[in-house]
């Protein structure tokens, strides 16, 4: 079966939020349920697995069409999140809980 009869078979058939792991190890699928405004639908689930072979977050990232993907894409390859990621590492370089302010502040980056 082709990859969009087994989408389409999934999105008829599957349950409210079933999830199907894919061949591509961190990339599932979810079937959404149907809300008042829209029908059932299907978005790419994507949560890398680390080396202890469990996903590295508790929810990964949704993606629904083309245009989301692309959006994620430019962001996680801009240069300015490397330097960030590398800022961050230096400044807590173990977890620690954070801290509540009174208002949130934006970070020029």
Same mark, same amino acid.
Do not use: C, H
């Given at each position: 079966?082709?990859?969009?009869?087994?989408?389409?078979v999934?999105?008829?058939?599957?349950?409210?939020?079933?999830?199907?792991?894919?061949?591509?190890?961190?990339?599932?699928?979810?079937?959404?349920?149907?809300?008042? !405004?829209? #029908?059932?639908?299907? *978005?790419i689930?994507?949560?890398?697995?680390? +080396?202890?072979g469990?996903?590295?977050? @508790?929810?990964?990232?949704?993606?629904? !069409?083309? #245009?989301?993907?692309? *959006?994620?894409?430019?962001?996680?390859?801009? +240069?300015?999140?490397?330097?960030?990621? @590398?800022?961050?590492?230096?400044?807590?370089?173990?977890?620690?809980?954070?801290?509540?302010?009174?208002?949130?502040?934006?970070?020029?980056?």
């Amino acid at each position: 079966m082709e990859l969009t009869d087994t989408l389409r078979v999934f999105i008829e058939e599957g349950q409210d939020w079933e999830r199907k792991q894919t061949t591509v190890k961190g990339v599932s699928i979810i079937r959404l349920p149907a809300t008042k !405004n829209r #029908a059932a639908s299907l *978005a790419i689930d994507i949560n890398p697995i680390g +080396e202890n072979g469990l996903p590295m977050k @508790k929810k990964g990232i949704m993606i629904m !069409n083309a #245009a989301e993907l692309a *959006a994620f894409r430019t962001v996680f390859t801009n +240069e300015k999140i490397d330097s960030l990621v @590398k800022a961050l590492e230096e400044v807590l370089p173990e977890r620690r809980a954070a801290s509540k302010s009174a208002k949130p502040d934006v970070v020029q980056i």
